[in-house]
């Protein structure tokens, strides 16, 4: 009997860790995520999957760690003042929003309900928003209202992508209208600068139509000074744009959990 009953014990306790050993690993991916250590959140995330690769749950919450911690990285990657490192960090943490942007899309095909596709398609809003993909987050912001019209998040997200947008537009018309300024100017500093050799070689007797000529060129030598001092302050703005573009924190609405 005692053996019988050994003999069921062995057979049965592996079953039974089996059936729970995935959400154990799921349990601590959560606790970790809320502790804010996403690195150890995704690596029990993996864990879980590892064990079923079917676990909706675990793909999804990896994915939601995987924003936070490129946030994160985006953060402390700000801070850094060797520029290499900072280069580095800001790849980075560019990559891992790519990464669960791209598995929240695949989320969203396979999500057997609309509750769960609008999750999974608010959550990639965030993730490319978060990446500087603007466009890319208001495609999935307009999903996730198709599938459900009365999300406000995903609304309230949306305006805020759009806004950006069109501040971003704004900015780069801005941008071409003073290019398109300073070539002018670059060819009236050009004219300018035949004018005055034509002049030197000139004797006292030029005519009227000639004096005319040079009057606006004094003028536009005054504007090519507070042009190229614009054109310093420019380059110095795209940089700061190239640098802040992908790790720029959005006041966006945090991640819908599963």
Do not use: C
């Amino acid at each position: 009997m005692k053996t019988a009953i050994a003999l069921f014990f062995t057979l049965a306790l592996p079953l039974i860790s089996a059936a729970q050993m995935e959400k154990l690993q799921l349990d601590k991916g959560n606790k970790a995520y809320r502790d804010s250590a996403f690195d150890k959140a995704m690596e029990d995330y993996d864990a879980a999957l590892e064990r079923d690769g079917d676990l909706a749950a675990a793909r999804f919450n990896r994915a939601n760690a995987m924003v936070r911690r490129s946030a994160k990285m985006a953060a402390e990657a700000a801070k850094m003042e060797d520029d290499s490192l900072r280069t580095a960090a800001i790849e980075a943490a560019a990559s891992m929003t790519k990464k669960a942007a791209s598995d929240f899309e695949s989320i969203a095909k396979l999500s057997q309900t609309d509750e769960d596709r609008n999750k999974a398609r608010f959550n990639q809003g965030n993730a490319h928003l978060l990446g500087g993909e603007i466009d890319e987050s208001i495609k999935a912001y307009k999903e996730a209202l198709r599938i459900d019209p009365k999300d406000e998040a995903a609304r309230y997200n949306l305006a805020y992508a759009q806004s950006l947008k069109q501040k971003q537009e704004e900015q780069q018309q801005e941008q071409d209208q003073e290019q398109d300024q300073d070539q002018d100017q670059d060819q009236d500093g050009e004219q300018q600068e035949q004018d005055e050799q034509n002049q030197d070689n000139q004797n006292n007797d030029q005519n009227q139509d000639q004096q005319e000529q040079q009057q606006p060129d004094q003028l536009t030598q005054e504007e090519a000074e507070k042009m190229l001092e614009a054109m310093m302050q420019r380059e110095k703005d795209l940089q700061e744009q190239v640098d802040k573009k992908r790790h720029k924190a959005t006041r966006s609405n945090i991640e819908k959990d599963w």
